[in-house]
Structures are given as C-alpha cells and as structure tokens.
C-alpha cells in the first residue's frame, strides 16, 4: 500500500522556520530484526524536551530573548501567547472578525512580525506569526503546533526528554517502533481527516478510535494537555454524570480563554487503545468548551500524562500511531491543571454566520 500523504497544514510558518533549509539525515535509527532490508528511517532533527511537570518545553529564542515552548500536539498552530508577546515589545495587529475557540471561552487572534526566530540549529527571519491568548502562562511563552510538528514522522519519548523528526523510506505497511525489540507494540490507524459531519477537516488533529467502557469513541492526543480528560458529552455515553454516585467535584481549570471550568473526577471499567487496556483507571471530566458555541469534535484528550507513559512513533505517511508502554504508573494522573488542550489555527473567524462548531469553514 502507498504512503499517504501528511496531512494538509498550515504552510505560512513551514516555509519561513524552514526555508532554504533542506534537513538532512543525522543517522539512521535501528530497525526491528523483522523489518525490510530497503526500509530505513532517517533521523532528521531532535527536540531536547524540558519536562515542567507534565509540559514538554523546547528552548528557542525570538529576537535574541531565550524563551521557552510548549510541544503540543493538540494545537493546530505555532504561535505566542499575547501577554510575551506583549513583553516582547512585538508590535501587534488584531485580526478583525477572528477569534480562537479555546478552553475558557474565546481569545482574540493577532499577529506579529518577528525579526529573528531559532530553534536548535533552525533559523528563521523577518516572518509574521499569531498571537493569542487571554490569560498568562508561566512556564513557556510560545506554543509550537502541528503546522512545524507534522511536517515529518514523529516521535515522542517523554520519558527520555526527546522528540525527534523522523522521515520513513521504503517502510510501507513495515511497523515502525523501531525501539521495541522482543516488545510489544500497540497501534492504532489514524482518523482521516474529516469531521463528524463529514466535512473534511482544513487543520491536522491526531485522531483516532479507542474503546471507554466497550463504548466506541475518538481519542485526540494532546501533549499540551497536562493529564488526558473525558468530555462532558462522552461521559454521558456510558452513563456517568456529575450527580453519578462516586464523581467528585475536583476543582476549577482554565486555557486560553479567560473562564475557568469545572472538572470532576470519575472512576471508568477500562480504557482500550490499540490493543492495550487500562483497568479501572481513574479519569477527569469537563466541559472543555462551556461558553462557546463549538462541539466537541473528540471524547477524550490523552494528554502528556499518558503521552509520558509511553514511547510513540506518529507515522503521518502511513496513516498510524505505535507506541510502547515504557512501565510508568498510573498512566492517567489526576491531578495538576488541563492548561492548553486545544487551539484552533488563529485565523478563525466567530461563529456568528461564519461555521456551524465556531470555526470557519
């Protein structure tokens, strides 16, 4: 079977971090003994992670400023949050009629030149980037979303404080955990590219079908997510409700938006994602977008903490996730805010006429 293509993302930042610049392989990564001679992954550029807590952060600078961001596959953009941005001295321009649907309600959407940009050993000069945000973040100034991070094949290793940007040739229909020698290896294929509705979607998610309860749901992985989280809405599929005997109340968390929102704490039968189950495991739930007119286009946000558990090889080109369980328990953390699970590329319009889920369409 043929690769299929990455997905279709946001190609203005793409072009400027990476222009001029043709990323060439710093070694090849050993493969299983059961893999095709012809099949060889070429290590193209690795991310030394800082791990706050649970926040994957990837040192770059702006303008000379030594910052911090957030490695987050749940957002569609790369961008900086406004109140750095502010700090920064960066001049912005708001984009009139746009806005982010974000945890916590809405944030205005700007943009900003930035003079210089680096990340490791990439540059990039004189490019304009969004800037949202309507509340402050202390622990990284920028987000870098699927627009840099889908570019290539990646990879997640948490645990070890790395992510690298892997290219797959001659591997077609070849698993590609290639780490996980006399192991086994769970995977999942990944959702197209389609919302629920059917209308194809203009911004990369990784999205795939997992099992709650023997339910059937779909599953978006989050690395900006402090701990993974079950929607409201999905929580109601198997019969659990905050009134439901056992789910407390746990306290308040916030995103980009400038609301804060509830989230309890629940007790689930188990948790099956390609292949694995996770018995009894303990889970939050929220109404990640309570105060906005956006649906819920997924049922649970694994975030970094199950992210961290594991080692994870995000094969765009085949359209598939392997992953490892690397030992780490519990798999699902309960504690510690939800912070960033989810922003929208920030050239979206309200809702007001304009998109049926907040967005444009």
Same mark, same amino acid.
């Given at each position: 079977m043929a690769s299929r293509p990455h997905p279709s993302v946001?190609?203005?930042v793409l072009r400027t971090v990476f222009a001029g610049l043709a990323l060439t392989a710093t070694g090849l990564l050993p493969m299983a003994g059961t893999a095709r001679a012809e099949?060889?992954?070429k290590e193209l550029y690795q991310f030394p992670l800082t791990m706050q807590a649970n926040r994957p952060l990837v040192d770059v600078t702006v303008n000379g400023t030594p910052l911090k961001a957030l490695l987050d596959t749940g957002a569609s953009a790369t961008l900086v949050i406004r109140s750095h941005a502010e700090r920064l001295g960066l001049p912005l321009v708001e984009k009139a009629g746009h806005k982010v649907t974000a945890i916590g309600g809405y944030s205005k959407v700007y943009t900003a030149e930035i003079a210089k940009f680096s990340l490791g050993g990439l540059q990039a000069k004189d490019f304009k980037i969004g800037v949202t945000g309507e509340r402050d973040t202390k622990d990284f100034q920028l987000i870098l979303g699927q627009s840099l991070l889908a570019m290539y094949d990646l990879e997640l290793d948490l645990a070890n404080n790395v992510a690298r940007f892997i290219k797959a040739e001659g591997c077609e229909g070849q698993p590609l955990a290639y780490w996980a020698v006399g192991k086994p290896v769970?995977?999942?294929r990944l959702k197209e590219l389609e919302d629920r509705a059917g209308k194809r979607r203009t911004r990369p998610q990784i999205l795939f079908d997992i099992e709650i309860n023997g339910r059937w749901m779909e599953a978006k992985l989050d690395t900006g997510a402090f701990t993974s989280v079950m929607t409201r809405d999905a929580a109601a599929q198997i019969g659990i409700t905050p009134d439901s005997p *056992?789910?407390?109340?746990? *306290?308040?968390? *916030? *995103?980009?938006?400038?609301?804060?929102i509830d989230n309890w704490l629940t007790t689930v039968e188990s948790v099956s994602i390609g292949g694995e189950t996770i018995k009894n495991p303990k889970l939050r739930i929220a109404d990640l977008f309570h105060g906005t007119k956006r649906r819920n286009t997924f049922d649970l946000l694994l975030g970094a903490d199950w992210v961290r558990a594991h080692r994870i090889y995000i094969a765009y080109g085949q359209g598939k996730m392997y992953f490892t369980h690397n030992g780490t328990s519990p798999v699902f953390q309960t504690v510690g805010p939800i912070t960033v699970p989810d922003q929208d590329e920030p050239d979206d319009k309200d809702e007001d006429g304009k998109g049926a889920d907040g967005k444009a369409g």
């Open positions: 946001p190609r203005s099949c060889q992954l769970s995977e999942v *056992g789910v407390e109340l746990q *306290g308040k968390s *916030g *995103g980009l938006g400038r609301a804060t």
